[in-house]
């Protein structure tokens, strides 16, 4: 019962979303047309600034993995990491995830391909995933499309918030499987 209810919800909320928002429109007298074109005039200039701030992550991102610094790194960590449970495999996660998503997704991919579904590493990644953000790709993004040049501390705390999600992670995983 439970499942058809959630079902018929996740089937019908965004036409019902988009119904409403078409049917307010029209009840206030908004030009809907015109309005959509002009938010996705204003849209693709947002992408255009911001194509310089996501170059630069993509080239970061290729030269240390194509450097060596990752796999450097988890080596490094992987003694220390070792003794709360946490498998050298994961490391490279923990480090790319605030650069970019998709990075870590496709390492992901390479940990769940390689050591299967039901390893503790997998699953330890995924919810490390998922528990943490894209800090830089935020910043760069959301602060670029709208000019914020200083940063304040929206970096440290982004950062901060990783680190707490990562460690939030590898406690769960601990307690849970």
Request: glycine share 8%.
């Amino acid at each position: 019962m439970f499942n058809s209810i959630m079902n018929f919800i996740s089937l019908w909320a965004l036409p019902l979303i988009l119904l409403i928002i078409l049917t307010m429109g029209l009840i206030k007298k908004v030009p809907l047309y015109e309005s959509f074109t002009e938010g996705a005039k204003d849209g693709f200039k947002v992408s255009v600034n911001i194509i310089p701030y996501l170059v630069a992550i993509i080239v970061a991102i290729s030269m240390l993995r194509a450097s060596g610094i990752i796999e450097m790194c988890g080596n490094t960590l992987a003694p220390i990491l070792n003794h709360f449970n946490v498998p050298a495999d994961t490391i490279p996660i923990m480090l790319v995830r605030s650069l970019s998503g998709s990075a870590a997704i496709g390492i992901f991919s390479d940990i769940a391909h390689n050591l299967g579904p039901d390893n503790y590493a997998t699953t330890l990644a995924a919810v490390m995933v998922g528990s943490s953000e894209t800090t830089f790709y935020v910043l760069a993004v959301y602060f670029g499309a709208v000019g914020i040049k200083k940063l304040r501390y929206a970096l440290i705390v982004g950062l901060l918030a990783d680190l707490i999600g990562i460690i939030a992670a590898v406690s769960v995983c601990n307690l849970m499987f």
